[in-house]
């Protein structure tokens, strides 16, 4: 039994700020709670440098009677996770500066994004749900946070069906632990693939539904376009892209890990899911001219080209190195776009945006390049992204999906030039800037989606054998 709690400094960074935080913050005077940011920016560079030289090591290991696994994925993961979190703080400062509830903005976002990292690393159902509490609490905080009418809405779907969902996942974790007499995987993986099929079969459908409202897929994505539109902009961020990698690694270590040898048909299940999703994502957002419920049908979307990577789990060697590149793309390009949004925050339909290039071609030409980004258009990350899951998905020998998401990535152009256009429109006014945190945090977005694309390949040359495969 390895206790090593050294393999935990990324966690326990953000627990830890989280605690110290809240106390500080009753403390201290409201014009120094940025001192609250400051220690959840320290915390996340903290597991940034850990995980660093946890993946220098090329060493796997297991915590907790093996609960917790550190590994590959894990530490792509953190990576993800931890500089999404710095992303999302950065744009977060003008919107919560000086608020009565400032500090605990940022202890609730410190916590959530602990949870996350738990649902990247969980090697045990129940430590699944765990983490499937610890993300989702705080987030429903926050996400009515404003406590406005909007928010208050937002923050009640979102609790709604996280508990509906949440209990739905703790009675298929109930159902597998009958099936295979234990929850961890790989105790699961030697007993599930002799017990009964449909035992098995209702479990897994149970726990894939609590993760599938994690991530906002199909059937379990109402919540997404009410969230994102009805919370604060950096809320909405968040919920469009932490749950996501937390919840599509958990799902992929889920099916790798305990039904490699199971006789239940979960890819073909997983292959229609991922048609439904993307293509209501995209058919959804053509009709929208709210910039956030336009970002938040984009992203169901994407989930739909995310889920192909966890339909081919056992039959693909490269769907965890596609699924882990294009998380990464996915993440920074699509935190850049609410930056933007962040740094505009009257600017709420697509005709708001009518003229920007002429007064601010700065935020215009990040826009572009994350729009264009989500799209797939290279040179940026989610380029090749899309262009390693849908190799996969061909190598696992779903071609027809692979077809599917290629035609769904050129319908998707359609909404996406429906907000480029406007921005380049000679009438409009200037829309009123927020502050520089924003901008600087669409920035750093925009050069980290260009920099995933242009530099990825190479990378994945260099780290095709030890590190993603």
Known sequence: MNENLAALVPELALLGAAVVGLLAGSWLPRRRQWIVAALAAAACATGLAATAVTMAADREQTVFSAAFAVDTATDVGRLVVLAALLLIIGMSVETVRNHPRETEYWVLLLMTGAGTLALVGANDLLMLFAAYLLTGVPAYTLAGFAKDAPGTEAALK?????????????????????????????????????????????????????????????????????VTDGAPAPVAAYVTTLPKVGG??????????????????????????????????????????????????????QVGYLLMALAVTTRSDAAQRSLLVYLAAYAVTNLGAFAVVTALPRARTLDDYRGLARHRPDLTAVLVVCLLGLVGTPPTGVFLGKLEIFSATI???????????????????????RWIGPLFLPTGTSPTLSARWPTATAYCAAVLSLTLGIAGQAVLTVAEGPLLR
């Open 158 to 226: 979102y609790y709604l069906m996280g508990a509906l969902l949440g209990i739905t996942m703790l009675a298929g974790t109930a159902l597998l632990h009958a099936a295979g007499h234990a929850t961890h995987y790989g105790t699961l993986a030697a007993t599930l693939p002799s017990a009964p099929y449909g035992l098995v079969a209702v479990g897994l459908v149970g726990v894939l539904a609590g993760l599938l409202f994690k991530i906002g897929g199909v059937p379990a994505h109402f919540w997404v376009p009410d």
């Open 248 to 301: 599509l690694i958990a799902g992929y270590r889920l099916l790798h890990q305990t039904l490699a040898d199971s006789d239940v048909n979960r890819s073909l299940l997983l292959a229609v899911l991922a048609a439904v999703t993307m293509s209501l994502g995209n058919l959804a957002a053509f009709f929208q001219t709210s910039v956030k419920r336009l970002l938040a049908y984009s992203t169901i979307s």
């Open 395 to 417: 190598d696992g020998g779903y071609t027809w999906l692979a077809a599917l998401a290629v035609a769904n990535t050129v319908a998707s152009l359609f909404y996406y030039l």
